[in-house]
């Protein structure tokens, strides 16, 4: 059973930056694409970022990208999703996700494509 547990969230000013983690364990992290969504209230879910399993291959959601970078150590089983210029607009809950196939060598979009979900952590931009 693979367990995702996030952290790192919290209340900061737009333009501040933060640093979520989400660190894995039960079964080889190393071998699994893993991505970041998020959702705010009233909205569905959508994708922010997607690192393939070599941490090679990066993906980015339009909304996201030149602000956020997703990273992982798999020496640490942990992957990162650094934010920077953050915005009243990127409040939400963020979840990370792992693959559902090994060896992809692209990260995906699609939440089909992931079959295990962390417990999510909430980010919420003041202005």
């Known amino acids: 059973q693979v367990q995702l547990v996030e952290s790192g969230g919290g209340l900061v000013q737009a333009g501040g930056s933060l640093r979520l983690s989400c660190a894995a364990s039960?079964?080889?992290?190393?071998?699994?694409?893993m991505g970041w969504f998020r959702q705010a209230p009233g909205k569905e879910r959508e994708f922010v970022a997607g690192?393939?399993?070599?941490?090679?291959?990066?993906l980015y959601g339009d909304s996201v990208k030149g602000r956020f970078t997703i990273s992982r150590d798999n020496a640490k089983n942990t992957v990162y999703l650094q934010m920077n210029s953050l915005k009243p607009e990127d409040t939400a809950v963020y979840y990370c996700?792992?693959?559902?196939?090994?060896?992809?060598?692209?990260?995906?979009?699609?939440?089909?494509?992931?079959?295990?979900w962390g417990q999510g952590t909430q980010v919420t931009v003041s202005s």
């Open positions: 996700a792992a693959d559902h196939a090994p060896f992809n060598p692209t990260p995906g979009r699609i939440q089909s494509r992931y079959d295990y």
């Open positions: 039960g079964r080889t992290f190393s071998g699994y694409a």
């Open positions: 690192i393939s399993a070599s941490g090679v291959s990066t």
